[in-house]
């Protein structure tokens, strides 16, 4: 993947190794400078930020809030002559509980000069829940026919909703949640069931929806 941002008269070209990744494993790429001028450009400051961001916050006047999770400030204090470049290399360790891309928000690159948080270049990464997890709902998919309705991001968890098929097997059960992560190298789950059932109210019996986990 590629983004470039103009900050004239340096262009600043990022570029990403791979279009998705799981929690846990490594983004890396280059970052080029390049100065377009025909003057001597001084660089004070040339970095890249690993943040998350909620993609209602694009929409606000008031601005995004980005949660900064990492950086790496690539160069400092360097000149650059009319028309020449200089590429450095990059790399962010994803953790195992890292945020999964959703339709709330995800991880982003920015990346730019000494603003680059507010006034820099943005690319959108795609990140997919960590294999052990992705295993782990595979068999509630495929060996008991549960249909995944959403992944989302719930506080230091993902949330999975499933839906489980039209058999006598689940006759009383609405859907799951399932709440997943990777904590200190071990698989950790618990399950939060919508279940349905008939109850009485007075004289007459009335279709009753419970929580249980």
């Known amino acids: 993947m590629r983004s470039v941002y103009f900050q004239q008269p340096l262009e600043h070209q990022i570029e990403v190794e791979g279009e998705s990744w799981n929690q846990g494993e490594v983004v890396k790429g280059q970052l080029r400078i390049r100065n377009k001028s025909s003057k001597i450009v001084a660089v004070k400051t040339s970095q890249i930020i690993l943040a998350h961001g909620l993609k209602k916050a694009f929409k606000e006047v008031t601005g995004v809030h980005w949660e900064v999770l990492e ?12 028309g020449s470049e200089l590429t450095f290399g990059w790399n962010f360790n994803l953790s195992s509980g890292c945020q999964i891309t959703d339709k709330q928000g995800g991880l982003y690159l920015l990346f730019g000069g000494d603003e680059a948080l507010t006034e820099g270049g943005r690319l959108n990464l795609q990140i997919n829940l960590h294999p052990i997890l992705q295993n782990y709902l595979q068999t509630f998919t495929t060996q008991f026919r549960f249909l995944e309705k959403y992944q989302k991001r719930k506080s230091e968890w993902t949330e999975v909703k499933l839906i489980p098929p039209d058999s006598r097997e689940y006759p009383n059960m609405d859907y799951v949640l399932c709440f997943l992560r990777i904590h200190e190298e071990h698989l ?24 249980r986990e």
Not at 71 to 82: E, F, N, R, Y
Not at 191 to 207: A, C, D, N, P, Q
């Open 71 to 82: 950086k790496q400030v690539v160069a400092q204090d360097i000149v650059l002559q009319s």
């Open 188 to 211: 950790e789950a618990h399950y939060r069931f919508k279940m349905s059932g008939l109850g009485r109210i007075g004289e007459k019996m009335t279709v009753t929806k419970k929580n």
